[in-house]
C-alpha cells in the first residue's frame, strides 16, 4: 500500500482519483486543486467511498511522502483543439505543479497525465531534476487500450484476445505497431489493422467532439500504471520516457515496476514504423524549442 496524490480535480483528475482507490492499491490518497470548494467537495465525496482515507485540499504541503504524484493539472483540450495548442499555458501551470512537488515530495515518482502529455513529461522531468526513471507519461497505455478495442471492434474478437501495441507520440502522430498485432486465432487483415489505426489516432478527438473531453479510458490507464508502481509489477508496457537520441519524451515500452521506469526495452518496428517513430521524436523537439526547451 502506498501513498498518492493527484495534483488536479477536474473531471479528469477526480476520475483518475476514483479508479486509483478502486485498484484498492493507495493507503492514503491525496487530492490537490487551487480551486477550493471543488478539490473540498471531490475530497468528500471520494472519501465517502469508505474505501481508502482521502485529503481534498489546496495546500501542497499535504503531498508529502507521497510514493506517487499523478500530475493532470492544466487546461483541456476543446472540441477542434490539438494537444499542441495546450503547451504555451500548460507548460506555466507544469512549473509552478513541479516547484512544488520538488519542495514537499522530493523522492516521489511521478505520472504525467497533462497535455500535451509527451512535451509536459520532459517539461516536468527537466524542472524537476529528477532521475530520469521517476518521471514517466501516460498516453502509451491509453492509446494501445483504444487500439485493441478498435482491433476487437474490426475482427469481432474479445480485447482480452489482443495484442497490440502503440508507441510514439500521444497525438496525432501516435505510431500504432501493426507489426504487433497479434489476434489469438485470427489470421491478421491488413485492411481491417489499417481501419483501426485511423480509428485509433482520432480516438481522444472523436470523443471530445462527441461529449467535450475523455475521462474514462485515460482514467483507467493512469490507475492500472499507478497499480504496476506500487505492486512492483515489472509490467512491459509503452510510457513517454526520456529518447536521449532527440532529447524529448516519447512513448517506448518500458519495464514499470515500485522504482518507476527500470528499463527501457529495445523496439521492434518495421523501417517505416521506425521513420514514423522519428518523425514523431522531430516533431516533439521543434514543440519544444519554440516554448524554450
Given at each position: 500500500m502506498a501513498k498518492i496524490s493527484v495534483i488536479g480535480a477536474g473531471?479528469?483528475?477526480?476520475?483518475?482519483?476514483?479508479?486509483i482507490i478502486k485498484e484498492r492499491i493507495a493507503e492514503?490518497?491525496?487530492?490537490?486543486?487551487?480551486?477550493?470548494?471543488?478539490?473540498?467537495?471531490e475530497g468528500l465525496d471520494l472519501g465517502q467511498t469508505a474505501i481508502c482515507p482521502i485529503i481534498g485540499s489546496t495546500d501542497y504541503s499535504e503531498v508529502t511522502d507521497s510514493d506517487l504524484i499523478v500530475i493532470v493539472a492544466?487546461?483541456?483540450?476543446?472540441?477542434?483543439?490539438?494537444?499542441?495548442?495546450?503547451?504555451g499555458t500548460n507548460v506555466k501551470i507544469m512549473k509552478s505543479v513541479i516547484e512544488q512537488v520538488v519542495h514537499y515530495a522530493p523522492d516521489s515518482n511521478l505520472?504525467?497525465?497533462?497535455?500535451?502529455m509527451d512535451s509536459m513529461a520532459y517539461v516536468a522531468l527537466k524542472e524537476s531534476g529528477f532521475d530520469?526513471?521517476?518521471?514517466?507519461?501516460?498516453?502509451?497505455?491509453?492509446?494501445?487500450?483504444?487500439f485493441r478495442y478498435f482491433l476487437s471492434r474490426e475482427f469481432d474478437v474479445h480485447v482480452d484476445n489482443i495484442q497490440a501495441t502503440v508507441v510514439g507520440q500521444h497525438g496525432e502522430i501516435m505510431v500504432p505497431l501493426a507489426s504487433s498485432v497479434k489476434i489469438e486465432g485470427v489470421e491478421p487483415d491488413p485492411e481491417k489493422i489499417k481501419r483501426a489505426i485511423?480509428?485509433?489516432?482520432?480516438?481522444?478527438?472523436?470523443?471530445?467532439?462527441?461529449k467535450g473531453a475523455?475521462?474514462?479510458?485515460?482514467?483507467?490507464?493512469?490507475?492500472?500504471?499507478?497499480?504496476?508502481?506500487?505492486?512492483?509489477?515489472k509490467a512491459l508496457i509503452p510510457s513517454s520516457v526520456l529518447y536521449e537520441e532527440e532529447d524529448v519524451c516519447?512513448?517506448?515500452?518500458?519495464?514499470?515496476?515500485?522504482?518507476?521506469?527500470?528499463?527501457?526495452?529495445?523496439?521492434i518496428m518495421t523501417e517505416d514504423e521506425k521513420k514514423q517513430f522519428k518523425e514523431a521524436a522531430m516533431a516533439l523537439r521543434e514543440n519544444l524549442a519554440a516554448v524554450g526547451y
Open positions: 473531471r479528469l483528475g477526480s476520475t483518475i482519483a476514483f479508479s492514503e490518497l491525496v487530492l490537490i486543486d487551487i480551486i477550493e470548494n471543488l478539490v473540498l467537495g492544466g487546461i483541456a483540450r476543446k472540441p477542434g483543439m490539438t494537444r499542441e495548442q495546450l503547451l505520472l504525467i497525465v497533462s497535455n500535451p530520469k526513471s521517476h518521471v514517466f507519461g501516460m498516453g502509451g497505455v491509453v492509446d494501445s487500450n483504444r485511423e480509428r485509433t489516432k482520432a480516438a481522444g478527438s472523436e470523443v471530445i467532439a462527441l475523455t475521462f474514462y479510458a485515460p482514467a483507467h490507464a493512469a490507475s492500472v500504471m499507478a497499480r504496476m508502481v506500487v505492486n512492483d509489477e516519447i512513448g517506448m515500452p518500458v519495464i514499470l515496476g515500485i522504482n518507476g521506469v527500470e528499463e527501457v526495452k529495445e523496439m
